[in-house]
């Protein structure tokens, strides 16, 4: 097992990274977060999967655990699902100082979280992600949220948890399509800043039957995601290049009514933003071609069949938007991107040349 520490203004925590570590749970938790009392929040499809095991290793640690499943899907991200949960939280009596622990992908993450985070104005949560998307990307960094009808991820809070296990042992039990479907997240950080990454998919792409090299790739994508966190806990700055690809991404996301999965989306926005930055002349042909190469040879989409005129005006409902301008992040090189600060029409141009083939 290996740990990657996060320092954030909120909190320090560990990301322990391993492989049959699930059963290792309730040490972390008791190490980290403490407590008399631990609410196992999980979905319909990880709980009768691994709920038994995260709640013997809690309860060896001396917790008295409650559990809560909830419907598996993103419909469950909402703000009834969050009053239920709330309510089932306190009816198992936890106090203050007990300890929410949340197993599961992406949803399960966002929502305990967002209870966690709201729950007698904030109680610890652990986070133990079960989904490729979930270990890379939402456990760490302490975002949490519900959908709103207006659109994804509108209400929620910033809530560090007291420590992530990432058990990449558990991947077994995922889907190949959701498990390519995550791979887009990994391209976006090989290209937003780890050329090492990058051309080692170019090389050979992700298998799922490699437990090894994927437990590698989690380490390397928190590491990532930590030196963007620490540096810039609540997205002022740094921490909107984890945005690259999102922007059309999101759209191409809504338009599909959330059919298509978000890695798919972003590994499509990212497509497209590579090769309107290349024609803008912000980076090399070469460099958007070789993204498409990655993106294909996962065999995620390198572009959308949505119109233009509609991702544009998905795009006006975005957070990133700020009255008529909005911040996109603009590829320079593999490894290097910025974020920019751009007038609405500008954006447009980029989602003009980025839907048109190179
Ligand atoms: N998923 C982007 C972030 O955590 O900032």
Request: charged share 25%.
């Amino acid at each position: 097992m290996k740990s990657v520490e996060v320092s954030t203004a909120q909190r320090s925590y560990k990301v322990c990274v391993g492989r049959n570590i699930l059963g290792e749970t309730g040490r972390f938790a008791r190490t980290s977060a403490g407590g008399r009392r631990a609410m196992l929040v999980s979905d319909s499809h990880v709980m009768p999967l691994y709920g038994r095991k995260v709640r013997s290793s809690l309860e060896a640690a001396g917790y008295i655990v409650s559990e809560v499943t909830v419907p598996a899907g993103e419909q469950t991200k909402n703000m009834g699902e969050l009053a239920k949960l709330l309510e089932r939280i306190a009816e198992a009596g936890l106090g203050r100082d007990d300890v929410v622990v949340a197993l599961g992908g992406g949803v399960v993450g966002d929502l305990a979280g967002f209870a966690a985070a709201t729950y007698m104005r904030g109680i610890q949560v652990v986070q133990v992600p079960t989904s490729l998307l979930a270990m890379v990307d939402s456990s760490v960094g302490g975002k949490t949220a519900v959908d709103l009808a207006a659109g994804k991820n509108l209400a929620g809070a910033f809530w560090q948890p007291s420590s992530v296990v990432a058990d990449v042992e558990a991947l077994r039990t995922l889907s190949p399509a959701l498990f390519r479907d995550s791979v887009g997240e990994v391209i976006k950080y090989g290209v937003m800043s780890d050329p090492e990454l990058f051309e080692s998919l170019e090389r050979q792409p992700l298998d799922l039957g490699d437990f090894d090299r994927i437990g590698d790739v989690v380490l390397r994508n928190v590491r990532t995601k930590r030196d963007v966190v620490d540096a810039d806990e609540r997205e002022a700055g740094l921490r909107q290049t984890l945005n690259l690809g999102h922007t059309i991404g999101h759209a191409i996301e809504a338009e599909s009514s959330y059919a298509l999965g978000h890695g798919s989306c972003v590994a499509a926005g990212l497509c497209c933003m590579a090769r309107a930055c290349a024609r803008k002349g912000l980076c090399g042909d070469e460099t958007a071609r070789r993204i498409d190469a990655v993106v294909a040879a996962h065999r995620l989409p390198t572009g959308t069949s949505v119109s233009p005129d509609k991702l544009y005006q998905r795009s006006l409902a975005d957070k990133k938007r700020h009255g008529d301008q909005i911040n996109i992040v603009v590829v320079r090189d593999i490894g290097s991107v910025e974020v920019r600060r751009v007038p609405l029409e500008e954006y447009r141009t980029y989602i003009d040349l980025g839907c048109a083939p190179l």
